[in-house]
Every structure is written in C-alpha cells, then in structure tokens.
Nanobody
C-alpha cells in the first residue's frame, strides 16, 4: 500500500504563512523517482492544481494564483514534500491534497497523478 499523509493545515490570518508537509510511504513506492504535486479544493469548487516538483527537485511549476507566494520543495532522504505558503489570502482557503505523479516530471493535470493523500484543511481568515 502507498500512503501519502498531509499535515500542517489549520487556521491562519490573511497575510500569514503556513507550511504543509506530505509524508510518503509504501513498499511499492519509491518517492525519489516520482514527480509530486499539490492540489486544492475549495467548498463548492472543483479540485485545482497548485504546484508540482520533479523527482530531483530541479523543476517546479506553479499555478498563476500562487506564483510568488507558494514554494514547493522536497527532501528525498525523508520521503517528504513541502508546500511553503506565504502571504495567504482568504481565497486560498481549501483542502490541500498531495499527490504522486505517474513519472519523474512535473504534472499539472490530476489525471497524471496515481496516488493521493486524504487532504489537510487550510482556512485563511480575513
């Protein structure tokens, strides 16, 4: 079984920061060979792409809505991916999901991801 477990969500004021973590495990899953990504889903809205990082961490891709405010990173030695969120806005309120890509690159479409976490709630108050 492959497990992706998000943590770090919570309530934060607008303008504040939060760091999400995604811990990966599973005997059939080699974290360091997969591109990874973050998605989010706000109430009443479809799930949307946030950021993606390649297997080595050398390539990052961001949604326009978070570019310049969010930073994706990974530590392959710890099988963990992160999302540093700065200057948070109320419209960032959502459940944030981490996902493992089908290959080594960055991916912006959810169909290119094969494993998903359960999500962590981030609420930004105005």
């Amino acid at each position: 079984q492959v497990q992706l477990v998000e943590s770090g969500g919570g309530l934060v004021q607008a303008g504040g920061s939060r760091r999400l973590s995604c811990a990966a495990s599973g005997r059939t899953f080699t974290f360091r060979t997969n591109g990874m990504g973050w998605f989010r889903q706000a109430p009443g809205k479809e799930r949307e792409f946030v950021a993606s990082i390649s297997w080595s961490g050398q390539r990052e891709v961001y949604a326009d809505s978070v570019k310049g405010r969010f930073t994706i990173s990974r530590d392959n030695a710890k099988n963990t991916m992160y999302l540093q969120m700065n200057n948070l806005k109320p419209e960032d309120t959502a459940v944030y999901f981490c996902a493992a890509g089908s290959g080594t690159y960055t991916y912006t479409v959810d169909n290119d991801y094969v494993y998903w976490g359960q999500g962590t709630q981030v609420t930004v108050s105005s």
